[in-house]
C-alpha cells in the first residue's frame, strides 16, 4: 500500500519559475526522502530529511517536513527542462532495524523550455 | 563503485512462463529490496535481505515470487507460471546498513506477461 500522496498528481511550469510539490502521510516516520525518477528509468535518490529537521537544502532544492501534519514539501527552485521527471516522497518507519521505505504516488513534473 | 545493475532490462513473456530477474546491488552494501512499480504508481515494497538472509517479506510476494540472495552478493527474483497482472517494472535496491542509509536504485526490469 502506498504510505504517502503527492499534491498534485501533475506539474508543468516554464523553465526559470520554481516547482512545488506536496506529500502527505499517514504514520510516524524516522526520515522521509524525495527521489526524481525520469521516464522509464530507475529512482534518484535526492535528499533525505529526518524526523527530528524541519527544513533542508541540497543546491535548487528544498526540503520542509512538518511531523504534526504529517506533512512534506519539495521546492525546485529555477526550474530547468532536465527537471522533467516524476518526483516520489518516500518515508522509513522501519522498526526493525532496517529502512523500510514506503512509497508515494508521485508528481509528475513537466518542465517546459 | 558501478552502481546497482539489473538484467534483463526488459522481458517478454507468455502467461504461464517462469521467469528470473537478477540484480547486483553496490559490492559493499548488505542490505537489498526488491520493489515492483505499476504504471503510474510508486514503487511498492516486496522483500528485504540482509547479507543472505530474507528477512521480511510483503503479501504483494505471493507464492509464485521467490527471492534468494545465496552469497550475499547479488539476488534472483523469480515469478512462476507468470499472470498478466504481473507485468510491471521490477526495481531492486541496495543499501548500507547503519540507519537511515539512502537507498540507491537500480534501472529496474520491465516485465510484459502477453
Known amino acids: 500500500s502506498q504510505q504517502g500522496e503527492e499534491d498534485p498528481q501533475a506539474l508543468s511550469i516554464q523553465e526559470g519559475e520554481n516547482a512545488t510539490m506536496n506529500c502527505s502521510y499517514k504514520?510516524?516516520?524516522?526520515?522521509l526522502q524525495w527521489y526524481r525518477q525520469n521516464s522509464g528509468r530507475g529512482l534518484v535518490h535526492l535528499i533525505l530529511i529526518r524526523s527530528n529537521e524541519r527544513e533542508k537544502h541540497s543546491g535548487r532544492l528544498r526540503v520542509t517536513l512538518d511531523t504534526s501534519k504529517k506533512s512534506s514539501s519539495l521546492l525546485i527552485t529555477a526550474s530547468r527542462a532536465a527537471d522533467t521527471a516524476s518526483y516520489f516522497c518516500a518515508t522509513d518507519a522501519g522498526q526493525r532495524g532496517y529502512q523500510k521505505v514506503t512509497f508515494g504516488t508521485g508528481t509528475k513534473l513537466q518542465v517546459i523550455p | 563503485d558501478t552502481g546497482v545493475s539489473q538484467d534483463p532490462r526488459h522481458k517478454i513473456t507468455k502467461r504461464g512462463q517462469n521467469v528470473t530477474f537478477r540484480c547486483d546491488p553496490i559490492?559493499?552494501?548488505?542490505?537489498l529490496y526488491w520493489y515492483r512499480q505499476t504504471l503510474g504508481q510508486g514503487p511498492e515494497f516486496l522483500t528485504y535481505?540482509?547479507?543472505?538472509?530474507?528477512?521480511?517479506k510483503s503479501r504483494l510476494l505471493s507464492d509464485r515470487f521467490s527471492a534468494e540472495r545465496p552469497k550475499g552478493s547479488f539476488s534472483t527474483l523469480e515469478i512462476q507460471r507468470t499472470e498478466q497482472g504481473d507485468s510491471a517494472m521490477y526495481l531492486c535496491?541496495?543499501?548500507?546498513?547503519?540507519?537511515?542509509?539512502?537507498?540507491?536504485f537500480g534501472p529496474g526490469t520491465r516485465l510484459l506477461v502477453l
Open positions: 559490492s559493499e552494501h548488505n542490505r
Open positions: 535481505f540482509q547479507n543472505e538472509a530474507q528477512l521480511e
Open positions: 535496491a541496495s543499501s548500507g546498513d547503519r540507519e537511515g542509509e539512502t537507498q540507491y
Open positions: 504514520t510516524s516516520i524516522n526520515n
